[in-house]
């Protein structure tokens, strides 16, 4: 229920006062409403959940977090040997 | 699809699941706290892969499971009407109140339509002034801005054939009812990413320091979930009780300004009854003052109701985590999502319902594991 999916702001709109946007969702269009995420511009990743955007993508964020946990075993190894505390926390 | 692919990795998944193995010394019982978390585990067979001291179970976020048998009645009164067009989210249309469910009563003739948006049904009490419509408004703290401006914008636009029955449920009173019970057994959470979204985490810092407990914020991907349960174990390990944001990418500390904004305008917190849990107060909202025009409650007096629910069913001891869907002697017998007895069964994010939907009363989950 609380499902939110990631898409890409294709373009902006207003309808009725409310700003709105066409979100690609890997080639699925729909529309959603960016009254949440007024910062939103053509380009940014945002989450979408019935129809309203909740959250601006931070792909910086993302991209650090997922690189962490992508090169988790070499950190392991490097941590072989040393039983103190982990050389990085996961972000 | 971007931040969706990359998050289903299974090389990556194995590192993490590596890493736990490598942190973990002695047994813990984590929760996730959202359905749609459940339904990923259990799709994906996260559980078996963990390591066999780390046990999950599975929380009170599922907003079709927990609303209550009295509001799903009155919802299905309302929808028989001949002058309403009864509008929900598809997922509460198998719900079985006491009698039947909404599926039913639109075969009966009953106008019931899904809507993917609330704002929808603008469009169609525009499209119908004849009618009145009436949209079910459920969920957590994640749909509720959706929701309330679907009101806002009702009244902004002047239309008054449309009322919301409103049954909103809040996480942090649900995650303090299961701490505070003498039979828990939750020493982590898993929190909600999308309710946190919109909420922020500053609600949890309190349930975090007052009962000792790890929150980790977790998106809803199996790497994302996976993660989560890494830094909730090496937070157990390590001694330490704090809250954790693993869902960097969708969550900031202080949620969604603009939508908290919303929801403060149209809602105002209320006690709410949770389907086989009780009333938790302070656990929901309904419609503020100023919008209580727009109350489907207030305008359609559907009588009293009164309820009956099988006494075989545990689904409230599943929904607070102290027993698990096999534990229910009705589970894949009298039990299942064709003919659900009791609230974890009726959506696909209810433990029972993602359970038997990927087969766990067909193989033991020991056998899963050494795949």
Known sequence: MCLAIPGRISSLHDNLGVPMAR????????EACLSYVPEARIGDYVLVHVGFAI???DEEEAQRTYQYLAEMDQLAELEDGNEGEPAHEVP | MKYLDEYRDQRVAQKIVDEIARTVTRPWVLMEVCGGQTHSIVRNGLDAL???QIELVHGPGCPVCVTSLEMIDRAHAIARRPDVIFCSFGDMLRVPGSDGDLFRIRSEGGNVRVVYSPLDCLKTARNNPDKHVVFFAIGFETTAPANAMAVWQARELGIHNFSVLVSHVLVPPAMRAILASPENRVQAFLGPGHVCAISGWTEYEPLVNQYRVPVVISGFEP????QGVLMSVRQLEQGRAELENAYQRAVQREGNPAAQQMIQRVFQVSDRAWRGIGVIPES??????EFRDYNAEAIFDVGEIHTIEPAICIAGE?????RKPLDCPAFGNECSPERPLGATMVS???ACAAYYNYGRH????DSVAQR
Not at chain 1, 23 to 30: A, E, N, S, T, Y
Not at chain 2, 223 to 226: G, S
């Open chain 2, 348 to 350: 696909a994010e209810g």
């Open chain 2, 318 to 322: 599943i929904l607070k985590g102290t």
């Open chain 2, 223 to 226: 790497i994302d979930i996976l």
């Open chain 2, 50 to 52: 963990l390591p066999k």
């Open chain 1, 55 to 57: 959250s601006r993508i």
């Open chain 2, 284 to 289: 929901g909202f309904t419609l503020s003052d």
């Open chain 2, 362 to 365: 067909l193989v033991n989950i």
């Open chain 1, 23 to 30: 979100v690609d969702f890997g080639g699925i269009v729909r």
